[in-house]
Structures are given as C-alpha cells and as structure tokens.
C-alpha cells in the first residue's frame, strides 16, 4: 500500500493531459540538448518516467523526442543516471514503433545492459531477441575492457533465457557454461577495496584488503561463496553470486539434452579469458566437456554452501540468507543428480547427514522439502531406504508449523506435485493425511484448489470411512487448532493441570482437562486411526460453539461442501457394495452430528441428500441391506424438521428402488415394514399436526411421503386400502385452520393435487404397478425416463379418466 503522499502524486501523474505532456516533453528535450545536462534534465526525465509508469494506459510521446532519448542513451558523455533514466522511459513506452536501437556495436558493458533491456521490453520479437543474444554472447566470450565487468550482462541474459531458452545454440551454451563454471570456483577469497568517492579526503593512506569471512566471522579458507561476508567485493565476487543466482535455471534449460548446433567444432577447449590461477588438479577437470565442467563445479559449490549453513550467523540476515541457499543448492543437486546418475551416490551421504543435523530444528523446515524431493527422486538409484524422512516430514511438520501460511503452501504444493511418486513409493503419504488436513483446517481460502487436486489421491477403500468423518469435522478441527495455538502461549503455571472433579466451562480449560484430553488428541491426531471416534466427540463440539462464529472457523466451513462433493465422486469409482452401505449408515447417523454453524449445516445437507441419491443408484440392495437404520431414521418425526433434505432424498430413495425391479430379494413383508414406518410418520405429521400446538412441517417432505407409500402399496397391492385412507384424509388436512395458517395457499393445493392424482392412479392397480414398477428390460430405457419425468402429466391424465368434466356424456 502506497502513503497518502505517494497516492497524492500518483494521481496527479495519472491525471496530466496530453497537450500538458507533450510540452512538459520539450522542456525535458530543451534540457537535454543543452551544453551540460543539468539536474533540471534529471527532475524532468524522472517526472515524465512517473507519469508514464502511473498511466494505466500508453501514452505517446512525439518522435523526435523518442529519437533524442534514444540518442542521449547511447552517447559516452551522457552520465550513468540520465542514460538509465533514459532506458527506463523508453521500456515504459514498449512497443515504441520509433525504435531505432541496436546493440551490434556496442563496447560497453553497461551501455549494452541498458540498450538490451530496452530492445526485449518490445516483446517476444525474433529479430530482437536474436541480436541481444548474439551480442551478449559476443562480449561474455572475449576479455572486456580494463573497469568494466560481465556482472551487469547477466541479468539481461536471464531475461533471454526466460523469454526464449531455445534461442541459444549449443556453441553458445557451452561458452556461458564454461564461464559460469569458473565464476563459481574461481572468485578471489580477498575482499574488495572501497570506491573513491572524490573530494579533498578521498585519498587516505589505503589498508590492504583483508580475507573474506564465513557468516560466523571466521576467516574463509575455502573458495568464495554467496555465503561469505565481506565489507566490499570485487568484480568476479559479483559475478560468482549472480551465476549461483541464475544457475538452477540455466541447468534446468541446458544442462541435459543437446541444442542445434550452428557450427561443428570441439567444445572442450580451455576459456582463454579466465584470470585466476588453477591447480593441477582442476586442469583436468577443465578438459571435461562445457557441461560437465558446469555439474562438476556447480556441485562443489552446493556442497560448499551446505557445509556453509552449519556454521552460527552473526547476524539474523545471514541466517535467512543461510536457509535460502541451503534450499538452493540441494534442488541443484537434485537437478544435477538426474541428468547424471553418476552424483547420486556423493550426493546421498552427503544430504542424509544434513538431514540429521536440521530435522530437529523447526527454522529449517522449508530445507527439509528438497531434501524428500531429492530422495524420492533418487532412493532406488542409490537403493536407500528413506522412510524415516518422509515420516519425519509428514508426521512432524504439518503439526508443529500449520499455522506457518508459506510452509502450508508449498507442503502442499509439493505432495500435489509428487501425489503419484508419493501413493507408489510410500504408504506415508496415505497414512499421514490427518496431518495434512491442518494445513487446510487453518489456511483454507489459499488451498482449496490444491486439496481438491490432492483429496483423489489420498483415498482409497481404507481411509474413504475416516476422512468422511474427517471432512465433516474440519471447522471443528480447526477451532482445536486454534485452542491448542492459545494453549502453547500461555505461561507454563496457567497450564497446570485440572481438577478432573471440575468440569472446564471454557474450551482453554477442556484442552487439559482429563475428560477431554483423549478427545483433542483425536482431534489433531497426526496419521490414520482406524477406530471410531471418541464418545465425548460429540461433547467437544458443543463445548468449542464458542469459536463457530470465529472468521478462520467459519472460511473453513466454507471449503467442506466443495470437498464432499469431490469425495463421493471420487468414492464412486472403486467403492464396493460394503463401503457404499457404511456410508450410508454414517451419512444418517452423523446429519446431527455437525458442528454448529447454521449455514454450515445448511450445505452440508444439501451436499449429503444429493449424494445420498446417488449412492443408492449404484447400490440399490442398501435399501434392504441398512434397512434397520434406515427406518430408524424416516421413523423420527424430528429429522423431517431439522434434516428435511436428506430425510426426503432417503424417502425418495426408498420409493425408488424398494421394487422387484431393483432388487429380485424384495418380499411382501420388506414393503410393509418400510409402509407401516412411513404411514405413520405421515399420519403424525398430518393428522396428529391438526393441534395448533405442533411444528410445521416441509410441503415437499409431506407430498415425497404420499408418493412413495402409493409406490409401495402398488408394490403390494394389498396395502392399497390403507394407502388410498390415508390419502383421502389430506382433504381435511389442508383445510383444517391450523394448517391454513402455517401453509401458504399454493403449498396446500399442490398437496391435496398430489393426494388426489395419487387416489385415482392406486384405483387401477395394474395400471400403477405399471408406472412405479417398469419391466426390467425397459426400467433404463430412454422410454421409461421419458415416463418418470413426464409422471406428474401422467397423474393428470388419470385423474381426468377417472373424474370427468361436468357435461361429460356416458352411454
């Protein structure tokens, strides 16, 4: 966010006219054109580079004006400032159709930097690119100039590289890598010596610079590194840090396969330009090919840099710096490893001690990725075992550090990125997934899409049961989360432990109370626990409503619906009859068991009905194999209330498929149970609901309820009477004032309709064993589709058969 000044300027930058540009931009070129560029050309070039930068759209400038930036860019007499401001004006005005720039002629360094950085801000043009290319390659290949330095032709080359890797030869890859090579072994271990600064006391008697030193203040014995500290440095220095900057990147482009060649010729001819002196030993490794030149002494850097990280920083800098090159040079030595197999054996000892030496210390978290990754990618080569780091990984971190929001992210980005590796090397991965749902308990906006990438892979028929519990306690977990945070922060005496007699009245106090312990343990348990939860779960819940309307609880709740539907689509795919009736069984009984957030439970509802359909369309026999707690749940009254859409869904459901079409099992006295549970609670809620005292009940769980006992009783044809009674009683219950009160009039003419059009069609049984039970051969058809959902009109028709308009003339 900028200050109330710096938006101030903004917008008067962003607000300046045309006109009012173009003449500001001939005083600029007035200033330039002037004998000596004065400060006043300064101030005009960087006010006009704000006010392009600051338009949200381009400006134009006049040609000729274009033509003198380009000019004073490119003259030896212009000073460093006015050329970069220059440069930077004119990258602001990319695509500039006036460009007359070209960098073929070009000596120096810096000059070339900034006229470069111009010609690729034109976009991904061929000619463009070529040419800075070329030339860049040109000036790196040969010795530059006494004062002037290769360090500031890097950062364009990177930008060649990321707009075009595949615009370099292998010539010319070989010549970078030859000199990327020396720059990381070869750079001076003395420090630099301070710039004069000019003016009557810049000339004192100079010390003589002493040796760079380690980041514990040691004095550096081995070869410079972007971990030595030094108060000045020298050229090569800068150059050793910017080729470790870039090197991932250009290994990754081209240290494996070959590129076009554009002349035939030996590549392992010795770097005539290179200055500093080289023992006998390294002689010959500088007779190895570019590239492998390249690994041999990327790798000892890397090395250098871990055996670097062991040693105490002095400063709180250094030791950020620490971590981020040990991060970067054991991902190099994973890139290395794979395109020559001939590393891994060096390089296994060598991270399998640093993985000792850092697991145990949580700063170092973030390095501990790499090294898996390095593992995963390498153990079979090498024939390791290295279980022991991925259980380590995924049991520890996940539940020291979830609340840490960029370790969260990139955990999870990496078990998304090596999912497959993961599910086929190791059995941590699937065990562990209690632990990684912290990540998401406690950042669940920014991972939602890498979970819902993630979830397919963490299931399978024996974790499906518990991460459907685990998924409906997410908001719970994290409210745990929070408490067990809160919990850590408090002074060691305010965590003492409770008087199991006293039971805790806040969710601080249950977090140790002995009651509870075994709960929250549960809770954020870190690998896959089989059996069922603990009773006083349900307790838990209750005591942490406290936190339901914390905003991290509530995002969080936001993420289960989306998840649920990805887990039933998922389940689909390989569950067996016996995991879709134990979802089933779990989907009822845990409906009431969530934690209390109205919306939350709301959609959660929603997700479960639609489900609960599907579930019994690819298995039908559940309704007879969980008949038990099926009738156990559309028995309760008070489920239509509080769980209206699965209650109806799971009626809908029992109508649908209880039928010898779906099942050859079904029996007569099957049907009259599942009729006889139904008919009362319809006959409850309609009958016994005349009481002005009684709760209103949903419409459509009322008309589904009528629907599917007429489709039970034509099922068995001798419940018809019992049937067609109860039907004929919904006359009086929607014209009873209780019931007219508590209803809108449209809900209670849709009921009687449904009751009346239901009547008719149970009065030609055979005709109704026709519509709810179609013959096996046509019951998938496109036919009988058409008939199900035409089944309304049908009804229609029926009842104007069996009722016909007044004036209707019989023989």
């Known amino acids: 966010m900028f200050t109330a000044a710096a938006e101030s300027f903004l917008k008067q930058a962003r607000e300046v006219r045309a006109e009012e540009l173009r003449r500001f931009a001939a005083r600029v070129a007035a200033a330039l054109q002037g004998p000596e560029r004065s400060p006043e050309a300064v101030s005009g070039l960087q006010r006009l580079h704000l006010t392009l930068a600051a338009s949200r759209y381009p400006r134009g400038l ?10 004073v860019l490119c003259s030896s007499k212009s000073p460093e400032q006015i050329q970069m401001l220059c440069a930077a004006i004119l990258r602001e005005m990319s695509p500039c159709n006036d460009l007359i720039l070209s960098c073929d002629e070009i000596q120096d360094a810096k000059l070339l930097s900034l006229v470069s950085s111009v010609l690729l801000a034109q976009g991904n043009k061929k000619a463009e690119l070529s040419a800075v290319r070329q030339r860049i390659v040109q000036v790196l290949e040969r010795r530059l100039p ?16 990321r707009l075009s890797p595949e615009s370099l030869t292998e010539e010319q890859t070989n010549v970078v890598s030859r000199k990327m090579a020396d720059w990381l072994r070869y750079a001076s271990i003395q420090q630099g010596v301070a710039q004069p600064s000019g003016g009557f006391f810049s000339y004192p008697r100079t010390k003589q610079p002493g040796p760079v030193t380690e980041v514990d203040g040691a004095i550096a ?29 250009w290994l990754l482009c081209y240290g494996g396969k070959g590129l076009k060649t554009s002349n035939s010729g030996d590549d392992s001819g010795t770097d005539k330009s290179v200055t500093s002196t080289v023992s006998t030993t390294s002689t010959s490794n500088r007779l190895l090919p570019s ?93 390791v075992d290295s279980e022991a780091i991925y259980k380590h990984l995924f049991t520890d971190i996940p539940a020291r550090l979830f609340h840490n929001p960029s370790l969260a992210f990139e955990f999870v980005q990496f078990c998304k990125e090596n999912r497959r590796l993961f599910t086929e090397a190791s059995g941590i991965f699937r065990q562990s997934f209690p632990n990684l749902f912290k990540f998401l308990a406690w950042n669940s906006p920014p991972l939602i899409s890498e979970f819902v990438d993630l979830l397919p892979f963490l299931l399978d028929a024996g974790t499906a049961i ?62 896959s626990v089989p059996e069922d939860a603990p009773e006083r779960l349900i307790e838990l819940r209750q005591l942490l409503g406290s936190l339901a309307s914390s905003p991290r609880v509530v995002q969080c709740a936001d993420t289960v619906p989306v998840l649920l539907e990805l887990f039933f689509g ?45 579930l019994c369309k690819l298995c039908p026999a559940l309704i007879l194999e969980v008949s038990k707690e099926i009738l156990e749940f559309t028995g309760t009254v008070s489920n239509i209330q509080n769980k209206e859409p699965i209650f109806t869904h799971m009626v809908w459901a029992i109508g649908e498929y209880m039928s010898v079409s779906c099942d050859k099992r079904r029996t007569v006295e099957q049907i009259n149970r599942f009729f006889e549970t139904l008919e009362a609670t319809l006959f409850e809620i309609t009958q016994i609901q005349l009481l002005a005292s009684m709760p209103s009940y949903a419409p459509r769980a009322i008309s589904v309820l009528m629907a599917t006992l007429a489709k039970l009783a034509a099922h068995s044809q001798d419940l018809i009477p019992r049937a067609s ?27 009687l309709t449904g009751a009346t059009e239901l009547t008719n069609l149970l009065k030609m049984p055979s005709v109704a064993q026709l519509v709810f039970t179609p013959p096996v051969d046509v019951a998938s058809t496109r036919f009988q589709r058409e008939v199900n959902e035409s089944l309304p009109f049908a009804l229609r028709i029926v009842t104007r058969l069996l009722e016909p308009a007044p004036g209707f003339v019989t023989d």
């Open 725 to 751: 009674v109860l039907l004929s009683k919904m006359r009086t219950f929607v014209q009873s004032p209780a019931i007219t009160s508590a209803y809108c009039k449209e809900d209670l003419e849709d009921i």
């Open 146 to 161: 006494e004062g002037q330095s290769a360090r500031y032709l890097l950062p364009v080359l990177s930008n060649v590289i």
């Open 291 to 383: 590239k492998d030149y390249l690994r041999e002494k990327a790798f000892e850097y890397c090395q250098r840099l871990i055996e670097q990280s062991n040693r105490r920083p002095l400063k709180k800098d250094d030791g950020d710096l620490q971590k981020a090159c040990l991060i970067e040079a054991v991902t190099i030595m994973d890139i290395i490893c794979k395109q020559d197999c001939s590393y891994v054996c060096r390089a296994v000892s060598f991270l399998k001690i640093l993985h000792s030496r850092i697991c145990g210390d949580a700063t170092y978290a973030r390095a501990l990725l790499p090294i898996a990754q390095f593992f995963l990618n390498h153990s079979k080569t090498a024939t």
């Open 62 to 71: 006049d040609g000729k004006f274009v033509e003198l930036l380009q000019k």
């Open 570 to 614: 998922v389940v689909a795919e390989f569950a067996d009859e016996q995991l879709i009736n134990q979802l089933v069984v779990l989907l009822l009984q845990r409906s009431d068991q969530l934690y209390e957030i109205p919306a939350f439970r709301g959609e959660v509802y929603r997700v479960l009905s639609s489900q609960l359909v599907m």
């Open 466 to 527: 518990e991460i459907f519990h685990l998924l409906l306690d997410l908001p719970c977990l994290t409210a745990a989360l929070d408490i067990q945070l809160r919990s850590a922060a408090l002074p060691t005496s305010e965590r003492a432990a409770c008087d199991p007699a006293v039971m805790p009245a806040t969710c601080l106090e249950a977090f140790h109370h002995p009651l509870y312990k075994s709960v929250f343990q549960y809770l954020l348990r870190t690998n």
């Open 221 to 249: 014995t081995d070869f410079f590194t972007a971990l030595s500290v030094g108060q000045y440095h020298t050229e090569d220095q800068w150059l050793n840090v910017q080729a470790f900057s870039m090197l991932r990147n």
